[in-house]
């Protein structure tokens, strides 16, 4: 199920996948697909991740961008885990995401891990401002009315943690979209100087779920 909800004015509608769908615009964004995560800490020395985040984020992409029939792709930043995942694309990945961006306008948000996309073809912005939202990869906390992405918000419902947008008045946080992304609980404090109560969480999964975000009691049944 959906979340329908106004931002600036402006009709739009959280995925349960952690996509933002906007109609009148024939959009779809996404945050934070971090494509190549396993490899870039396998390059690393880190933990040994199966390979397989790049086929499920990709996956969930193309089954929203059919149910949705959006003409314009936005991805907010961090797209890449890091400068080298956006080479080291499989040939099938190549060509998947190749296929998708066809037909369609597309655009990348430089993100903190990676540089816009060079080799992909789309249009490369640091934001992009579409009416009276702007898109950035990081929230500004001297602006309103723009959705970012960045800290991966997240949220516990009973015993199960779930990704989450973090909505106010002025402005809209999106989750990782991306397999393998950790993030930051709801309540945390990095998001008290972005987002203002009255505020919402939505949290994302087999459907979306809205919790009051408004109080520290509140707060806390969050996590």
């Not at 702007?134 to 199960?160: E, M, N, V, W």
Request: proline residues 7%; positive net charge.
């Amino acid at each position: 199920m959906n979340y329908p909800f106004t931002l600036a004015a402006q009709s739009l509608t959280a995925l349960p996948s952690g996509a933002i769908h906007w109609p009148a615009q024939n959009l779809l964004c996404v945050s934070d697909l971090h494509l190549g995560k396993s490899l870039r800490m396998a390059r690393r020395g880190g933990s040994l991740l199966p390979p397989y985040e790049v086929t499920a984020t990709l996956t969930k992409l193309d089954a929203d961008i059919t149910a949705t029939g959006a003409k314009h792709i936005l991805c907010l930043g961090d797209s890449f885990d890091d400068a080298q995942a956006e080479t080291d694309l499989t040939p099938d990945h190549r060509i998947w995401l190749t296929r998708l961006m066809a037909g369609r306008a597309w655009t990348w948000i430089a993100g903190n891990h990676d540089p816009a996309p060079l080799t992909l073809g789309g249009t490369n912005k640091n934001e992009a401002t579409i009416g009276p939202l702007t898109f950035r990869h990081i929230a500004d906390p001297a602006q309103i009315h723009d959705i970012s992405g960045h800290y991966h918000p997240k949220a516990r419902l009973k015993t199960q943690s779930r990704p989450c947008f973090l909505l106010d008045k002025s402005r809209l946080i999106m989750p990782a979209y991306g397999t393998y992304t950790g993030g930051l609980w709801a309540d945390d404090a990095a998001f008290k100087t972005l987002i203002t109560p009255p505020a919402i969480a939505i949290l994302t999964g087999s459907q979306c779920l809205a919790l009051p975000l408004t109080s520290g009691s509140q707060t806390r049944r969050l996590r």
